[in-house]
């Protein structure tokens, strides 16, 4: 009896920790969901290859894969790695290019699946610091410019693969066609009796050792040198067990703040929230879980010097609409040179965004998913707010009669042009809610109408048929 009343005063005491723990980890969501729109930035010794090796234009995959792709030996790539010096490095200029676009964050590559560190790291000279002529952190010095104007910074962090500090995992890749091995569109048989490695040097250590010597280590660096880290970006779990897994997961526990995605380890160490890549998920894919969409600009994550295969900004402009329309986040990719340039295409994209941002911002952040889906003229986004919910309609097909149909019979109080808040006219016909429209479009791209409802929409009412099944690829 004594027993349990003992274990009932130890679980009353727990409970409100629990409580007070639970809330922090919804309240760390709150800036994310806000946000909706963020830079992901991939950066490292890649970048002075640009796609191309001996003359080779790598094939297949982003830039940042050269040395896999192209079975680049470690000591060479080393070689590569230790004349990089990113001289025209502006890292407040790179924020402020994003801010302007309207990021409300940036996600850059600390260490990709190179191996290579773009902070100064005890746990291997492989980085930039300690194996470079520039000599200085680059990390350190965006945390700062981003703490300067307040720009939320997480960390990309490659934490199983790693092709140059000994024991870290490799995806088996096919070694590219017309290089080194001309008719092989198999995997090579060094590379498939060696767990992906193809280069002695890879192995001189256990995944155990690397894990505990390398990525651990590392990891702790970026959580406790850069001030208060936002994210933590893991990607491909090649050969991550459990057991390695939870040696991350015990660094994070100290960190309530930092928010993951769910490519620690899959299926059971989800994260905070989905990543799809390179792909907006359809509706009838959404599970409720948070999710972000990262994309990049032309077709590589890293510089690729021959890759124009550029989005334009109507493109990019839709996509980040309709992702917020699903009530996800847009994480969109630029891919600077080694010498820390910027490509003037991403620019170029980032500034029409910027402009497209600045009249129609409010459609796009602390928005929900919407609660009509694809319409046939454009995407919808919602806000609730005390008086009533509020919706955005981004119209892209501007209709040639001036009139837009919302098939929806909800009441509503105001309509207005968020370009020049022009009060507009509209009437619940039979066919919905008709919006008389100027005759010509302010934004051949996208133009917004603001429909403040009188009353606030019911969750039935916003999500009607949200599905358990959620298999985008991720
Ligand atoms: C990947 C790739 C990679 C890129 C990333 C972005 O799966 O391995 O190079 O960094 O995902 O989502």
């Given amino acids: 009896m004594g027993k349990i009343l003992l274990l009932l005063i130890i679980w009353l005491l727990i409970l409100p920790v629990r409580a ?19 830079m992901f930035i991939h950066w490292g ?12 234009r790598q094939r297949k995959g982003g830039a940042e894969w050269i040395m896999n792709r192209c079975k680049i030996p470690v000591a060479e790539y080393q070689s590569y790695a ?27 590559t600390a260490k990709h699946h190179d191996g290579f560190a773009m902070f100064k790291s005890n746990a291997s000279k492989f980085n930039i610091v300690d194996f470079t002529p520039y000599k200085k952190d680059v990390l350190d010095e965006l945390a700062k410019a981003c703490r300067k104007h307040d720009m939320k910074l997480g960390f990309y962090y490659s934490h199983a693969q790693d092709w140059n500090n000994p024991g870290g995992s490799a ?15 198999r995997i090579d048989q060094y590379t498939l009796d060696h767990q992906g490695h193809w280069d002695a040097a890879q192995q ?201 149909i919302l098939k929806k019979d909800y009441k509503v109080g105001k309509a207005t042009l968020l370009n020049g808040e022009l009060d507009l006219k509209f009437r619940n016909s039979g066919e919905g809610i008709e919006i008389m429209l100027p005759e010509k479009a302010p934004d051949p791209i996208a133009s917004v109408i603001k429909l403040e409802l009188t009353n606030k929409l019911s969750l039935e009412q916003v999500i009607p048929d949200i599905k358990k099944s959620f298999d985008i690829v991720d």
């Fill in 204 to 404: 001189t250590r256990s995944m155990q050792q690397y894990i505990e010597e390398v990525a651990v280590p590392q990891v702790k660096e970026l959580l406790s040198n850069y001030g208060e880290v936002a994210v933590i970006w893991w990607d491909t779990p090649v050969r991550m067990t459990d057991e390695f897994a939870e040696k991350f997961q015990k660094i994070l526990d100290e960190y309530p703040q930092v928010i993951t995605n769910g490519r620690l380890k899959r299926p059971n160490f989800p994260g905070d929230y989905r990543a799809p890549e390179q792909k907006i998920p359809d509706l009838s894919e959404l599970d409720g879980r948070d999710w972000e969409t990262c994309m990049t600009m032309n077709n590589s994550w890293g510089y690729k010097s021959y890759d124009q295969n550029w989005k334009n900004s109507e493109v990019l402009i839709r996509n980040l609409i309709d992702i917020a329309s699903k009530g996800g986040n847009y994480l969109l990719n630029i891919g600077p040179t080694a010498e820390g340039e910027i490509p003037e295409q991403s620019i170029e994209g980032l500034r029409a965004i910027d402009r497209w941002m600045k009249v129609n911002g409010e459609a796009i952040y602390g928005t929900h998913r919407s609660p009509v889906g694809a319409l046939p003229w454009g995407r919808c986004t919602r806000k609730d707010t005390d008086k009533g919910t509020i919706l955005y309609l981004s119209v892209f097909e501007w209709p040639e009669n001036g009139r837009l």
């Fill in 20 to 38: 007070q723990r639970a809330k922090t980890v919804e309240d760390k969501m709150d800036w994310w969901r806000e946000a909706r729109f963020g």
């Fill in 171 to 185: 995806a088996r890749k096919v070694m590219e066609e017309g290089w080194l091995n001309p008719d092989s569109a």
């Fill in 45 to 56: 010794p890649y970048s002075m290859l640009g796609g191309m090796y001996n003359g080779h």
């Fill in 82 to 108: 230790e004349r990089m010096n990113p001289v025209k490095y502006d890292p407040e200029s790179w924020v402020l290019l994003a801010k302007e676009a309207g990021m409300k964050y940036i996600i850059i």
